[in-house]
């Protein structure tokens, strides 16, 4: 009979229990649901409300059931529905009748809601030690390329030169943001539900506080039917997790087009590419594309627990057994996305030869050369007629800005003199964009040291 059953005449159909069971994916959560039931157990002996010999005993049944858990030496039944009353069923089985005191004043509402949480939280521990070492990989890149000269895009037309330290360094700073995302939804998550029943309290005399503590959690939920009825701390972690894998697509996006011949700006490393059944040429950059196509998953498991939540009356709706399978799948994704990925970008090779040569054409010193005849004294909106007219005669030409003498500068505006052709040097347009924030080396090497002291102060 189902733990429920005292009120029932005949079991569920086959179908029903095979339709909601949830075991098959809550049994991640066994540690979680042990560990819980174990402080529940102890405040319920601490607090006298069952007998201290009973509370013993059921901390001692669940800690057998942990280690075997971690043995896996358990099979979880079917119709024994979830994680939380395979749980009860497996401690009454062993321990005997001090095993049907452990649900005392407590709902499986409250129950899966502590159980969530604390997955969550170490979801989010564990993203955040992952996008730590990520941030580490861009500081080393970016340290090492403080000079080396590409272009920078803009609608993917070349634009003004920049450096790879600079252009590793905008995504150390996307990545920051999504490890502070992962620490506000640590935060969201930090808060202990125990307590709020199956949505009214209950009549024992709890103590809240005491079962946080032994969980570790910072704090207790404040109203019992938000208590089992919030998801908001899954939903912090898988928009956490969409923006992230999104920050990762891009990336991904950008390797994928410097491997390419067309740009041929790195060299993707053969352990991180893969062949043509038919093309014998062929190294494909397979796994930045699917780190890529894995973005919309994420975003769909988001857009489903959002959905789920949308229509669902307080306080606790069977609808809710849905947030498992699409924030585990987040999870999953974000964790193996960003092992792979960190890997993979370590292991990148950057040919510094084509990015600067990259640099060289598509006139990215244009902007510089208004800027130099601005210095000479003329307005910017002038300066940058004249130079719109210098680009146009050297694509006539087939000529870059550099390759005119001075006379034919000086056709142009007589402001031109021999110190342009240092001016224009694509090392020169670098190293004179020295605001913070921009690439000269010595304002990126500034944002690399901020960089690494906001890793360590970690
Ligand atoms: N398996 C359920 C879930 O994941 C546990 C809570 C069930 N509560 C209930 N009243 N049916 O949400």
Request: proline share 3%; glycine share 6%; hydrophobic share 40%.
């Amino acid at each position: 009979m189902k733990l429920w059953g005292g009120r029932f005449s005949k079991s569920t159909e086959g179908l029903v229990d095979d339709f909601h069971s949830s075991i098959s994916f809550d049994q991640r959560m066994a540690e979680q649901d042990i560990t819980g039931s174990i402080a529940h157990a102890t405040m319920l002996g601490e607090q006298g409300i069952i007998p201290q010999e009973d509370a013993d005993k059921i901390v001692d049944g669940l800690k057998g059931i942990l280690d075997d858990v971690r043995a896996g030496k358990i099979v979880w039944q079917v119709d024994a529905e979830d994680i939380h009353m395979n749980v009860e069923t497996l401690l009454t089985q062993r321990i005997g009748e001090a095993g049907k005191r452990l649900h005392t004043g407590r709902s499986r509402n409250d129950q899966v809601a502590l159980d969530v949480r604390m997955y969550c939280k170490a979801a989010c521990q564990e993203t955040e030690a992952m996008l730590d070492d990520l941030l580490d990989a861009l500081l080393t890149i970016a340290q090492d390329n403080l000079h080396t000269i590409m272009p920078g895009y803009t609608h993917l037309q070349k634009a003004q030169p920049i450096t790879l330290a600079h252009h590793m360094m905008a995504y150390f700073q996307m990545f920051l943001r999504d490890r502070n995302r992962f620490r506000q939804a640590y935060r969201a998550a930090d808060v202990m539900p125990l307590g709020s029943g199956a949505l009214a309290g209950t009549t024992y005399p709890l103590n809240r506080e005491r079962v946080a503590e032994l969980l570790g959690f910072s704090a207790i939920t404040m109203n019992s039917l938000d208590g089992v009825a919030d998801r908001d701390f899954l939903l912090d972690y898988m928009s956490a997790a969409s923006i992230c894998m999104m920050h990762l697509s891009r990336f991904c996006e950008e390797l994928i087009l410097w491997n390419t011949n067309e740009f041929r700006f790195v060299e993707m490393d053969d352990g991180f590419a893969t062949g043509s059944s038919i093309m014998p040429q062929k190294k494909n950059p397979d796994v930045a594309e699917l780190i890529r196509g894995k973005t919309g998953r994420v975003y769909g498991d988001l857009m489903a627990l959002l959905t789920v939540m949308k229509g669902i009356p307080l306080a606790y709706n069977k609808d809710m057994q849905e947030d498992k399978e699409a924030f585990f799948d987040a999870r999953d994704t974000l964790v193996k996305g960003l092992t792979v990925f960190t890997a993979m970008l370590r292991s990148v090779t950057f040919r510094r030869e084509e990015m600067e040569r990259g640099a060289s054409g598509g006139f990215t010193n244009a902007t510089d050369c208004a800027d130099y005849l601005v210095k000479k004294g003329l307005p910017f909106r002038d300066a940058h007629r004249v130079v719109g007219e210098l680009v146009a005669h050297c694509l006539d030409e087939d000529k870059a800005l550099l390759d005119l003498t001075l006379d034919e500068l000086k056709r142009f505006h007589p402001a031109f003199e021999q110190d342009v052709f240092d001016d224009l040097s694509m090392l020169a347009c670098v190293e004179k964009r020295r605001i913070p924030g921009a690439p000269a080396p010595d304002m990126v090497q500034a944002s690399i040291d901020a960089g690494r002291r906001a890793l360590e102060e970690n």
